[in-house]
């Protein structure tokens, strides 16, 4: 009985391991990157601002309808109250008694001058709903720079732990090598004892880098925004990455880049219409010194229970809807004198606003001229950092390859072996580190240069 509960709980065991195994999603860069623009809370927040800049818009657009109102009222008032009809046959006009009426009124204003602050408005506005549209778009750069460059940093992760794993098992093939020479007696006990310790030395490497590589799974798990206790498999593009070159700048000046930079980031264009809409905000200060003219019309009626004509109290329908009905339009002009200084602080207080944007969109400028030389420069210098290291790869992999043949026939040490193999390890790691920065540096120069505009990124 225990033996098929122990079966049956190892199978339960081994389905549900396969289970969850199957459940492990994978994701390419592209799916990531759409998966981010989806999630990014920031973005979402950029998203509702460019609403609002919309509706901003609508609502500059019925500043220009007239403003329409109405009111119903209804009273009842007890007391002394004056009777018209007790005045004219000669008798105190003033009773105790109670009176009930109801009044409407429909009325419509429009303003026709008004220092062309409405006109301003609307157009102070649209900048700020085209600023809201470039602000968005860096947004997106944003996203899509920051998950290639994590997305980048988990390949990154899984080559050198591939290659820690094939360095262990190197190793531990050579400590069976090693082992049955000790025991012929054809080499002695300290080279079994150094190889085991490179062996113990290079399982170290590997455990350290599978701890590297979760975190950068992590990392980019947080940047996606997705369940962090899933299991998820990323998968390396397409495109082969060793045969990363530097052949973007071949052909390319460093001042063209600039003018590039400075003529797509999207975050200047916010700038540039963001100091549009001050100059227009500051319009609409000094249109408050202006007199403003508006126009206005309405209709208006009313019932009392307590008016007569002729002796004769009127019904309500003839009241309401004839007899005590008055038209008015009106036209009325304000020009403002004195409001306690408040309007030329106004003005001082939207220069001041204008001054700020055109100085901190000129500080935008130069950093985004320090970003993209920097960018380029450290490109070119990873450029030839990876040439220096494939060279470096290529010359220790036959070093390697020597010191193993050496030592098979027995004139080459144990140490001269490990030293070999120890910097074919780090060749081929800096290699892979180099490569990786060479794309990274040319993500980040794209980034710059403002040219990540599409959903998508490519090797």
């Known amino acids: 009985m225990k033996r098929i509960l122990s079966s049956t709980l190892l199978a339960l065991l081994l389905f549900t391991t396969s289970i969850s ?7 390419s860069i592209q799916e990531a990157i759409q998966i981010a623009l989806e999630n990014n809370y920031q973005l979402k927040q950029a998203k509702n601002n460019l609403d609002l800049a919309n509706e901003s818009i609508t609502s500059e657009y019925a500043d220009f309808a007239p403003s329409i109102n109405s009111s119903f009222d209804g009273s009842r008032t007890t007391g002394q109250q004056f009777v018209q009809d007790r005045f004219n046959e000669g008798l105190d006009p003033f009773v105790n008694t109670t009176s009930q009426g109801v009044s409407g009124r429909v009325g419509a204003s429009i303003t026709v001058f ?7 408005s609307l157009r102070s506005s ?9 602000s968005l778009q860096r947004a997106r750069e944003q996203v899509i720079f920051n998950t290639a460059s994590r997305y980048l940093q988990v390949l990154l ?12 098992e190197n190793s531990q093939q050579q400590l069976e090598q090693v082992r049955a020479q000790v025991e012929v007696g054809s080499r002695p006990s300290v080279d079994l004892y150094n190889q085991e310790a490179q062996v113990a030395s290079d399982e170290l490497s590997v455990t350290q880098q599978e701890n590297a590589l979760k975190f950068s799974k992590l990392v980019l798990v947080r940047q996606l925004q997705i369940d962090p206790l899933g299991e998820y498999e990323f998968t390396v593009p397409e495109a082969e990455l060793d045969e990363k070159s530097a052949s973007m700048t071949d052909n390319v000046m460093l001042s063209e880049l600039i003018d590039q930079a400075l003529l797509n980031r999207s975050d200047l264009k916010s700038d540039i219409a963001n100091i549009k809409s001050l100059e227009y905000q500051l319009k609409i200060a000094k249109g408050s010194l202006y007199p403003s003219v508006s126009a206005s019309a309405g209709l208006s009626t009313s019932y009392g229970d307590q008016y007569t004509l002729a002796g004769e109290k009127v019904p309500f329908s003839e009241q309401f809807f004839d007899q005590r009905i008055n038209r008015s339009l009106g036209f009325s002009v304000n020009i403002p004198i004195f409001q306690n200084w408040n309007r030329m602080y106004n003005i001082q207080s939207s220069k001041i606003q204008l001054k700020n944007a055109e100085l901190s969109f000129d ?9 993209v030389a920097q960018a380029y420069n450290d490109y070119t210098s990873y450029a030839k950092q990876l040439q220096a290291s494939q060279k470096s790869r290529r010359a220790s992999e036959r070093a390697f390859e020597t010191q193993q043949e050496r030592y098979n026939v027995g004139s080459s ?28 540096q040319e993500k980040l120069l794209d980034y710059y240069l403002g040219k990540l505009s599409g959903d998508s990124v490519e090797f």
């Open 21 to 27: 195994a199957q459940e492990a999603r994978t994701i």
């Open 114 to 120: 008004d220092g062309f602050n409405n006109i301003m």
């Open 126 to 134: 649209q900048q700020s709903k085209i600023s809201s549209e470039e």
């Open 157 to 168: 992760d899984l080559q050198l732990l591939e290659i820690a794993q094939e360095n262990l």
């Open 363 to 371: 500080n935008a400028k130069l950093q985004v001229i320090q970003e």
């Open 413 to 440: 040490t144990l140490i001269e072996l490990s030293q070999a193999q120890a910097n074919y390890v780090e060749a081929q790691s800096n290699y892979t580190q180099a490569m990786y920065n060479l794309i990274f």
